[in-house]
Nanobody
Framework: QVQLVESGGGLVQTGGSLRLSCAAS????????MAWFRQAPGKEREFVGA???????YYANSVKGRYTVSRDNAQNMVYLQMNSLKPEDTAVYYC?????????????????WGQGTQVTVSS
């Protein structure tokens, strides 16, 4: 079992930055793949970015060059640095963990989810 708790969401103006954090507990953290998803009202959950146990990353085209996923295996933490934020980035952001290795953008491939943190970008 893996427990995930996100933090760091809030209200920011267009062009601003936020850093989300995800604290993981339970199973050995360094051996699992982690990802961030987001869900806006009335829309499906959308892949944002993922990071493997070794630090390889994979991003959605919509955030590539603006967002960075990183992890600290010693602290059991995953981060999402979001820069140049746009109103269309407004959503609830979720941290997710996959119990086997490999990066994927399919939410159905992730076994554990956090409760989400709201990010609102004002125009």
């Amino acid at each position: 079992q893996v427990q995930l708790v996100e933090s760091g969401g809030g209200l920011v103006q267009t062009g601003g930055s936020l850093r989300l954090s995800c604290a993981a507990s339970g199973r050995t953290f360094s051996s699992i793949s982690m990802a961030w998803f987001r869900q806006a009202p009335g829309k499906e959950r959308e892949f944002v970015g993922a990071i493997s146990w070794s630090g390889s990353t994979y991003y959605a085209n919509s955030v590539k060059g603006r967002y960075t996923v990183s992890r600290d295996n010693a602290q059991n933490m995953v981060y999402l640095q979001m820069n140049s934020l746009k109103p269309e980035d407004t959503a609830v952001y979720y941290c997710a963990a996959r119990s086997i290795r490999g990066l994927t953008r399919n939410p159905g491939d992730y076994d554990y989810w956090g409760q989400g943190t709201q990010v609102t970008v004002s125009s």
